[in-house]
């Protein structure tokens, strides 16, 4: 993984503006709708003369955030109008399947929106997979002497015994507790949860001063771009298997906007250049009314990548 950044030195620098995706698994709220379109500019640089695409970002889900300003971008720059709509799970795949969205960058299967995909699949239709390496991981530091979860238990002495978590109503919490610690001999170890933010400051701690740590992560995630860590092996599967990143619009939204669709249908992103984007976004002390700044700089630093989007 690439060396930490400058900007990675002082932990008291960073922010995290949103809790980690694996939250939001767990407990979804009702939120209504949350337009964020209302500074969007558009460009007249495309043939699209001022569509307007209304795009949906799950709240909270930072790959799906990273990719979606990186589209909204992209699509103003092709003559696009983009309203861009925070919102959470369940109001966001009812928004898609009613029409009143278009499209939502950020489904992952075929297990943890498979309830919703079932739910609103007569409405919704797959566009296309632009990343399948996502998955839920326990990450060490590059250097611990450990390789899998099957060697945990026997370095227990490491690592003082301790794993530290995220939320302890998340999705990767339970999955940690119900399988990987009894899967794996993990019964006596201290499994402490509190927040993403704290289990990140506990990491940049340890990694400071040289010492070992297990923590309950999922990929992919900017972290490892930004920290010399290493996610261990789950040869028994105890969190699961490896999911597809994938976008899915209403069900009319490859007639009406066929461009739009087979350039989405298209996309792919590797994980070390969707975890470049999440720094740039995550790491630094970016609020979300200039994310669009900020993914504009990657943009220009990239700019062969994104004229490959567009054809």
Same mark, same amino acid.
């Given at each position: 993984?690439?060396?930490p950044?400058d900007?990675?030195?002082?932990?008291?620098?960073?922010?995290f503006?949103l809790?980690?995706r694996l939250?939001?698994?767990?407990?979804v709220?009702?939120?209504a709708?949350t337009a964020?379109?209302? !500074?969007?500019?558009?460009?007249?640089?495309?043939d699209a003369?001022? &569509?307007?695409?209304?795009?949906?970002? +799950?709240q909270?889900?930072?790959?799906?955030i990273?990719?979606?300003e990186?589209?909204?971008?992209?699509? %103003? !720059?092709?003559?696009?109008?983009v309203n861009?709509?925070?919102? *959470?799970?369940?109001?966001?795949?009812?928004g898609i399947?009613?029409?009143?969205?278009?499209? =939502?960058?950020?489904?992952?299967?075929?297990?943890?929106?498979? #309830?919703?995909?079932?739910?609103?699949?007569?409405?919704?239709?797959?566009?296309?997979e632009w990343?399948n390496?996502?998955?839920? =991981?326990i990450?060490?530091?590059a250097d611990?002497?450990?390789?899998?979860? %099957?060697?945990?238990?026997d370095?227990?002495?490491?690592?003082d015994?301790?794993l530290v978590?995220? %939320?302890?109503?998340?999705? @990767?919490?339970?999955?940690? %507790?119900s399988?990987?610690?009894? #899967?794996?001999g993990? &019964? !006596?170890? &201290?499994f402490t949860t509190?927040?993403?933010?704290?289990m990140l400051? &506990? @990491? #940049?701690?340890? @990694?400071?001063?040289? !010492?070992?740590?297990?923590v309950? @992560?999922w990929?992919?995630?900017?972290? +490892?771009?930004s920290y010399?860590?290493?996610?261990?092996? *789950?040869?028994?599967?105890?969190?699961?298997?490896?999911e597809n990143m994938?976008? +899915?619009a209403?069900?009319?939204f490859? #007639?009406?906007?066929?461009?739009?669709?087979?350039?989405?249908?298209d996309?792919?992103?590797d994980?070390?250049?969707?975890?470049?984007?999440e720094?740039?976004l +995550? =790491?630094?002390?970016v609020?979300? *009314? *200039?994310y669009?700044n900020?993914?504009r700089d990657?943009?220009?630093e990239?700019?062969?990548? =994104?004229?490959?989007?567009t054809?």
């Open positions: 993984h690439s060396t950044r900007k990675m030195s002082t932990f008291a620098k960073k922010k503006p809790l980690g939250t939001a698994i767990a407990a709220s009702g939120l709708l964020c379109g209302d !500074d969007v500019e558009t460009a007249d640089t495309g003369d001022g &569509e307007t695409i209304e795009m949906a970002i +799950f909270g889900w930072e790959e799906g990273a990719v979606s990186l589209w909204a971008l992209v699509l %103003e !720059d092709e003559g696009y109008t861009k709509t925070y919102v *959470d799970l369940a109001p966001g795949y009812s399947a009613t029409g009143d969205l278009d499209f =939502v960058m950020d489904v992952w299967q075929p297990v943890t929106h498979a #309830d919703y995909i079932e739910e609103y699949g007569d409405d919704i239709e797959l566009v296309g990343n390496d996502a998955r839920q =991981v990450a060490v530091n611990a002497p450990v390789d899998s979860l %099957e060697d945990l238990a370095n227990a002495d490491l690592f015994s301790k978590g995220i %939320e302890p109503g998340a999705g @990767l919490t339970e999955r940690t %507790e399988y990987v610690i009894p #899967d794996y993990l &019964e !006596d170890w &201290e509190s927040s993403t933010p704290a400051q &506990e @990491l #940049d701690t340890s @990694l400071a001063a040289g !010492d070992n740590i297990a309950t @992560l990929m992919p995630h900017w972290a +490892f771009n010399d860590i290493k996610p261990l092996d *789950d040869p028994q599967e105890a969190l699961g298997q490896k994938t976008t +899915f209403h069900s009319e490859s #007639d009406t906007q066929p461009e739009v669709f087979n350039w989405l249908a996309f792919k992103i994980t070390e250049t969707l975890q470049d984007l720094e740039d +995550f =790491v630094a002390e609020d979300q *009314d *200039d669009p900020t993914v990657w943009m220009e990239n700019q062969e990548y =994104v004229d490959s989007l054809p």
